[in-house]
Structure formats: C-alpha cells, structure tokens
C-alpha cells in the first residue's frame, strides 16, 4: 500500500499569511493526488484534483503543484473560513489512502 | 451541488452487525463508482471498500482490514448504496463516509460505535 505522509501535523498562521502543507507519497502516483478541507460535522470538500487543479468554486488563493512523490498545497492568503484539517488523498490504484491531516488554525 | 446522506451509525456490541446506508439525491447513483470512507477517532481517513458502476457491474473492492467482514451493495430503486457490517470489532469505531472519491463528493458521515 502506498503511503502518504503530510507536514506539519499543525500550523498556526494570521490572516493573510501564505500556508504551504506538503503531502509525500512513499511512491510514484504521477498526477493522482487531491487536497480536501475538513471542517469538524461536515463532509470534506474537495479543493484541487489531478495535483494542481482547481476545483469548480474554490477560492483562487488555493492552489496546489507537485508530481510523481511530492506534493504542495499552497493558500496565498489565509482567511478566517480556512480554519479547518485538510488532507492529501491518492488515487492512483486501490487501496486508495490519505495522508494524516493538517490542522490549520490562527494564531 | 452533490448531496449524500449517510445514516445507521449507532452504539453497537463486538461481534454484532449493522447496516449503513447512503442516499445520493442529486446524482444517478448507478452511473458512479461509490465508496466507503472511515475515519477512526484522532486518526486519518483510511478508505474501506468501493462499488463500481452499474456498466462495470457494480464489482466491489474492499481494504484488507475489512475483507470479508463488510459487503457493499446497492438498490438502484433507492438511488442508494449500503454497507453491511458484520463480525464488529472495538477497532471499527468511526465515523463512516460514503463518497465519490473519483468525483469529490463526500457525505458528512455517521458515527459507528463498537464497545
């Protein structure tokens, strides 16, 4: 099974900081890589597909680059409805994993 | 914007069975590869098991943790999916998904309880 690991485990940042949060996976997945935001009762939401694409409606200030192993999700400017997990999930072949989350708050 | 709506998340002894269902209002859920999704408490999401479409004929898969313990099924009349637990383990205790994982389209999950 192909593993997936994510730094940090938590950040802190203010409002308008740029957010990076890698996401590593323990081998080549090519493109096959998605960013979710969880926020805690809700159904994750899916940010950016195919590695760097974003999904209809999301906010421009996320962006995501990055392929074969190493992944980067980038928010050029955080704002208070970003509080919230987000995890890296492959789908390359079965079984499908996710990384561990990272925990975004404010400082 | 895709709806999907899990229920039958309960208390449940080891040993004992249960069924999860997964209703998908805006979307003809036999034309969607459908998965399940669980996330045990303080730990990551670990993916559980996946019905193909109907045009691939509904052929299920399933993760090693769960193999031949849980079954995925669907009833196309309900526009709905199900999974059935069985065999529970104190291990199980998670919040279950259901999701289009091809698509990005998650419900906001039940609660399964094994103690």
């Known amino acids: 099974d192909i593993q997936m690991t994510q730094s940090p485990s938590s950040l802190s940042a203010s409002v308008g900081d740029r957010v990076t949060i890698t996401c590593q996976a323990s081998?080549?997945?090519?493109?096959?890589l998605s960013w979710y935001q969880h926020k805690p009762g809700k159904a994750p939401k899916l940010l950016i597909f195919?590695?760097?694409k974003l999904e209809a409606g999301v906010p421009s200030r996320f962006s995501g680059s990055g392929s074969g192993a190493h992944f980067t999700l980038t928010i050029s400017s955080l704002q208070p409805e970003d509080v919230a997990t987000y995890f890296c999930?492959?789908?390359?072949?079965?079984?499908?994993?996710f990384g561990p989350g990272t925990k975004v708050d404010f400082k | 914007e895709v709806q999907m709506a899990e229920s039958g998340g309960t208390w449940v002894q080891p040993g004992r069975s249960l069924r999860l269902s997964c209703e998908v209002p805006g979307i003809k859920a036999s034309e969607y590869y459908m998965d399940w999704v669980r996330q045990a408490p303080g730990k990551g999401m670990e993916w559980v098991g996946r019905s193909r479409d109907k045009a691939n004929g509904y052929i299920t898969d399933y993760a090693a943790s769960v193999r031949g313990r849980f079954i995925i099924s669907r009833d196309d009349s309900q526009n709905s999916i199900y999974l059935h637990l069985s065999n529970l383990k104190t291990e199980d205790t998670a919040v279950y998904y259901c999701a289009t994982l091809s698509d990005g389209y998650w419900g906001q999950g039940t609660l399964v309880t094994v103690s």
């Open positions: 081998q080549d997945i090519d493109f096959s």
């Open positions: 195919d590695a760097s």
């Open positions: 999930h492959h789908l390359d072949h079965l079984p499908y994993t």
